[in-house]
């Protein structure tokens, strides 16, 4: 068990709704990515939060947003729910120090979410 | 997305046996990594390689990271049961600056052992 909890494990939304999934981060990590993973695919990055602030994105419209918390904890809102939105999605966190080695990522067990 | 070159897509063999696995891309990584992922879960762990050319192992598992750093490989020697789920490579590019540590994964090859 890699300490990354996500919440809820399970969701079902309608097309249009919004949805926000949440992540609490193993501890002594600072970074946390999110993820997205279709149904026989391999995960795609999404972004990247570091100090409470984007820190990178993948190819994801606008609509896709995040939070990171003083806590490190993180939460991914997503507007305007497509049927395509329905997929595995991942938080994974990790330390990341300036200048130093940083650890690799730990994944939580993800949020399957399913758009109707 | 881009996605890695992951091939096999999928493999069945008999427990005992070695696999063997792969993954390509036409841009260079600096960091290569190994996962496997079980249904329902997140993916886990299992190899990482930071230098061109270097070899590790762990346990049954091999991963070489290649010269070109285009490539990679895993073996997995004497398969077990447990063996059994689906197998992602990732690779990462490091950031001028430091700390971009975005992931791009492959497809995955799904392992099923026969006992």
């Known amino acids: 068990e890699t300490g990354v909890t996500q919440s809820p494990t399970h969701l079902i939304k309608t097309r249009g709704q919004q949805v926000t999934l949440r992540c609490s981060s193993q501890?002594?990590?600072?970074?946390v990515s999110w993820y997205q993973q279709a149904l026989g695919q391999g995960p795609q990055f999404i972004f990247q939060y570091y100090r409470e602030e984007e820190n990178g994105r993948g190819n994801f419209p606008p609509r896709f947003s995040g939070l990171q918390f003083p806590n490190y904890s993180s939460e991914l809102n997503v507007n305007a729910l497509e049927l395509d939105d329905s997929a595995l999605y991942l938080c994974?966190?990790?330390?990341?120090?300036?200048?130093?080695?940083?650890?690799?990522?730990?994944f939580g067990q993800g949020t399957r979410l399913t758009v109707v | 997305g881009q996605q890695l070159n992951q091939s096999p897509q999928s493999m069945f063999i008999q427990e005992g046996e070695d696999v063997s696995m792969n993954c390509t891309s036409s841009?260079?990584?600096?960091?290569w990594l190994w996962y496997k992922q079980d249904p329902g879960e997140g993916p886990v762990l299992l190899i990482a390689?930071?230098?061109?050319?270097e070899l590790t192992s762990n346990g049954r598992l091999t991963a070489q990271f290649g010269i070109t750093r285009k490539d990679s490989f895993l073996n997995i020697s004497a398969s077990i049961p447990s063996d059994v789920g689906i197998y992602f490579c990732?690779?990462?590019?490091?950031?001028?600056?430091?700390?971009?540590?975005?992931?791009?994964f492959g497809k995955g090859t799904l392992l099923t052992v026969n006992p």
């Open positions: 994974a966190s990790s330390l990341d120090l300036v200048g130093q080695k940083n650890t690799e990522a730990f």
């Open positions: 841009s260079i990584f600096n960091t």
């Open positions: 390689l930071y230098k061109a050319g």
């Open positions: 501890s002594g990590h600072n970074t």
């Open positions: 990732a690779g990462r590019i490091r950031k001028s600056g430091g700390s971009n540590y975005k992931l791009t």
